[in-house]
């Protein structure tokens, strides 16, 4: 079945380092794919999405590009702050929004030192 | 950004007790809602999807007579968790979808259960 594998966690950084969380799926055609963020004490917002190949989400300074060849969405984001510290899931959905069903990854945990 | 609660956040209960977790949507009106359960160092599995005013949804091996959902009104869905046992143990998350704004879905903070 459809699945997404994302790094492991804990990622810890200084503030200022470049950032990169490693997410690839699996799935039978081209799904939508997201970026959502844990902040401690709250619920997941979506961070960004690409509903088709080659398609680049963008938000807060963080970026993903849909690559259909490598089935992959890494995160990247080339400056990190404090305040980025947070829960990370890659997640894919037959949907091009966020309304329907949605396949998580287990979370990458990133904490960033001042 | 619209807002999802869950209340409570966190509980501990007896095995054999019935546990029961509610998720409001608090600025909007939520035609369906999503259930999730999370193990540790594991990923979000959908449980459940349930629409306003009807039965709900269940995915593949969740029982359906241990994890009673109800989503009575447009803001608020239950879910009980009926005699609990350690196994049922874990972090549940509940998301509603904005009836207005097709293509959003807004997730609560999560209630960690603890079966003794």
């Known amino acids: 079945g459809d699945s997404v594998t994302q790094m492991e966690g804990p990622v810890t950084l200084s503030e200022e380092a470049c950032l990169t969380i490693?997410?690839?799926?699996?799935?039978?055609?081209?799904?939508?794919l997201f970026w959502y963020v844990q902040y401690p004490g709250e619920g997941l917002q979506l961070l960004l999405k690409a509903t088709k190949a080659d398609d680049k989400g963008s938000n807060k300074g963080f970026e993903a590009t849909y690559r259909k060849e490598t089935t992959s969405f890494h995160l990247e984001k080339g400056s990190v702050q404090v305040s980025d510290s947070a829960v990370y899931f890659c997640?894919?959905?037959?949907?091009?929004?966020?309304?329907?069903?949605?396949?998580f990854g287990k979370g990458t945990k990133l904490s960033v030192k001042p | 950004g619209a807002v999802v609660s869950q209340h409570p956040s966190r509980v501990i209960c007896k095995s054999g007790t019935s546990v029961k977790i509610e998720c409001r949507s608090l600025?909007?009106?939520?035609?369906?809602m999503f259930w999730y359960r999370q193990f540790p160092k594991k990923s979000l599995m959908l449980m459940a999807t349930s629409n306003e005013g009807s039965k709900a949804t269940y995915e593949q091996g969740v029982e359906k007579d241990k994890f009673l959902i109800n989503h009575a009104s447009l803001t608020l869905s239950t879910l009980t968790v009926t005699s609990a046992h350690p196994e049922d143990s874990s972090f549940y998350i509940c998301s509603a979808r904005d009836g207005g704004v097709q293509e959003t879905q807004y997730f609560g903070p999560g209630t960690r259960l603890l079966v003794l």
């Open positions: 997640a894919l959905s037959w949907y091009a929004g966020s309304q329907g069903n949605l396949i």
């Open positions: 490693n997410c690839t799926y699996t799935a039978t055609g081209y799904p939508s």
């Open positions: 600025d909007f009106q939520a035609t369906t």
